[in-house]
């Protein structure tokens, strides 16, 4: 039997987040136009979203499931064999174990409770009628200082079981004795050739000083308990499967994070994230699969040397709290699908990129802006909910494919420097729903795409903003769309909400202060005032190009007609806003080839 949380579940949330118009339509989440603030901070839902995207050979509904037994259960009942640890030697009492100086070697199936400290040794497992065996660490210190110090070789199934209240330690030296050249394993301090299950409430400190901290050759699924990993190379690796339920896990690690390797086999090598708190320092990416990565729930900090979160075929992101505080990439994969969850991304490249395969990044992979002719129209970011806040010093949001958004809210502080953009697209960005500002340089400046339903507006500024420079937008009545001020130095702002209708008027202001609430720049509620007015609009198209002067032409690479009256002084008024503006010299910059 297994357990409630299994293959189903896990299916349904995975195509909820890939196949966005099928569940907007059969979920109880509001798919119409929705509620939104002042500044449009609330998430919008769209039931007007369809999109094509798929996990590719990426299959969860196969791959997730969680045995009854991976769920912790009282072990004393299970008439255990009892190992007990003491310096260079151990003792059992039991059956199905036999200790032989420092090494204990399991070699049929059953429940071994290991209590005391082995200073030098190893737990060999070694079942070949393939078992299931279950390891409770009651208050263990285990070390080995030239291989693992836990070690199944053979095992349908090894689980370690965290007592409540207990503290257990296993460490490894920082180099192993091998019997041969050609012999590279085992090389991780917990190390299995079979699959691993970590259960319980207790706490389990792992030190991979050689290579890797905890490592399985199939599934590693982790149901429960506190786990502080340090490796010099990968924290948690499964080669099929990493999979977390439940549990407190702090890695800390020179190489990824948390990483699966299997790229071989169709629907293996996937990352799933059911719930749990994630503390991650990785010198390489805090998350890599190389299948797909689902998150469902939990809560990530994150600091990666490399990206934050990274798929060789796709991530979709269903639900939890994700902040990358530090990375170079924070979000990268061919596909990606964000659906809910709260998201913050600090990157000092590109914030989130879909680009293609094992850790490929953005650059030149054609022009940008509106048609399919740099693109690859298999790779896609579609957004459909959730809040996704974006600082990075390379693009914003960057697609060397397309964009679809249907809802949610979108904060992008994008670059400084013109030879990237706070949007950056190769074939087309159709908005239908969701609230979306994006504040950058000018020089790569994109809207989103005439074939969108929801109108959006890109203003271009003959000069460089200062940071913190508030930009308000209202409409005729004086009721606020947006006010945003941008964290960073900034030449274009492109917004687009629903609040933004056909033939209505809006006038843009600059500068002033408001009471409202800040997040990432965003204002919710409160009163703007002190501005000045910069220009006003019309909307008669899906997407409005702005400057000081008024309405420009987008495509044609020159201004139009002039806009409304700039100057005068802003008084009182309420909240936000939305929109962005094309080229301060009225021009549409190029890029470099």
């Known amino acids: 039997m297994k357990n409630a949380w299994s293959i189903k579940q896990w299916g349904v949330l995975l195509l909820c987040a890939v196949t966005l118009s099928a569940c907007s339509a059969k979920s109880g989440t509001s798919s119409g136009e929705g509620t939104s603030t002042a500044t449009g901070a609330t998430a919008v839902q769209s039931s007007e979203a369809a999109t094509n995207v798929q996990l590719a050979s990426v299959d969860l509904t196969e791959k997730i499931e969680y045995d009854d037994d991976d769920a912790y259960t009282d072990w004393s009942a299970a008439n255990p064999t009892v190992i007990k640890l ?52 009651n208050g263990a210190e285990i070390h080995n200082s030239s291989s693992s110090a836990i070690y199944v070789e053979e095992a349908g199934k090894t689980i370690i079981s965290l007592p409540e209240g207990t503290e257990n330690v296993v460490s490894d030296g920082t180099a192993y004795v091998y019997p041969d050249a050609s012999t590279d394993e085992p090389n991780a301090a917990i190390f299995s050739k079979d699959d691993l299950t970590i259960n319980g ?9 050689y290579n890797n901290g905890i490592t399985s050759k199939d599934d590693l699924k982790i149901t429960g308990g506190a786990l502080e990993i340090h490796a010099k190379d990968d924290g948690l690796m499964g080669r099929d499967l990493v999979a977390v339920q439940e549990g407190d896990i702090t890695v800390e690690a020179g190489g990824h994070g948390i990483k699966t390797t299997n790229d071989a086999e169709d629907s293996l090598g996937v990352i799933a994230v059911a719930g749990g708190t994630f503390d991650i320092d990785s010198g390489e990416d805090a998350l890599h699969s190389s299948g797909g990565i689902q998150i469902a729930g939990g809560n990530f900090a994150i ?5 934050g979160i990274h798929a060789d075929v796709a991530i979709a992101i269903a639900g939890g709290t994700i902040d990358i505080a530090n990375s170079n990439e924070g979000i990268e994969a061919p596909t990606i699908a964000i659906s809910d969850g709260k998201i913050s991304v600090v990157a000092s490249d590109d914030g989130v990129n879909v680009a293609g395969g094992s850790d490929e990044t953005a650059a030149a992979d054609g022009p940008p ?10 790779r896609k970011l579609t957004i459909s909910g959730g809040y996704l806040a974006v600082d990075a010093q390379g693009d914003g949001l960057d697609a060397n494919g397309s964009i679809e958004m249907t809802g949610g809210t979108v904060i992008v502080n994008g670059p400084t420097e013109n030879g990237n953009g706070a949007l950056d697209y190769d074939g087309t960005f159709v908005m239908t729903g969701g609230f979306l500002v994006a504040a950058g340089s000018s020089g790569m400046a994109q809207a989103t795409s005439e074939q969108s339903t929801q109108s959006g507006v890109l203003m271009t500024y003959p000069q460089t903003q200062q940071a913190g420079t508030i ?30 209708k056909k033939d209505a008027s809006y006038a843009l202001y600059s500068g002033g202060a408001s009471t409202g609430n800040d997040a990432n720049g965003l204002y919710d509620g409160g009163e703007y005032q002190g501005g000045t007015k910069v220009v006003e609009y019309t909307v008669s198209s899906v997407v409005t190009w702005l400057n000081e002067s008024g309405v420009t032409e987008a495509r044609s690479g020159m201004m139009g007609g002039g806009g409304g009256p700039g100057g005068g002084n802003r ?7 939305d929109r962005m503006p094309p080229d301060g010299n009225g021009e549409r910059p190029q890029r470099v080839q």
Do not use: M, W
Request: hydrophobic share 35%; aromatic share 4%.
């Open 86 to 137: 003491s310096g260079a030697s151990a003792t059992v009492d039991g059956s199905g174990a036999e200790a032989k100086g420092g090494t204990i070697t399991i070699t049929a199936a059953g429940t071994y409770a290991v209590s005391g400290k082995l200073d030098e040794g190893q737990i060999v497992v070694n079942v070949p009628d393939k078992g299931v065996v279950r390891l409770v660490l």
């Open 201 to 209: 409430t207790g706490k389990l400190v792992v030190e991979g000083n």
């Open 303 to 307: 600091a990666a040397g490399d990206d």
């Open 369 to 378: 802006g509106g048609n399919e002719s740099g693109a690859d129209s298999g």
């Open 471 to 500: 930009v308000h937008l209202e409409d005729s009545d004086g009721n606020a769309i947006i006010t945003f001020a941008p964290s960073k130095n900034y030449q274009s702002v492109f917004v687009s909400s629903p609040n933004l």
């Open 571 to 577: 008084g009182q008024g309420g909240g936000g806003g």
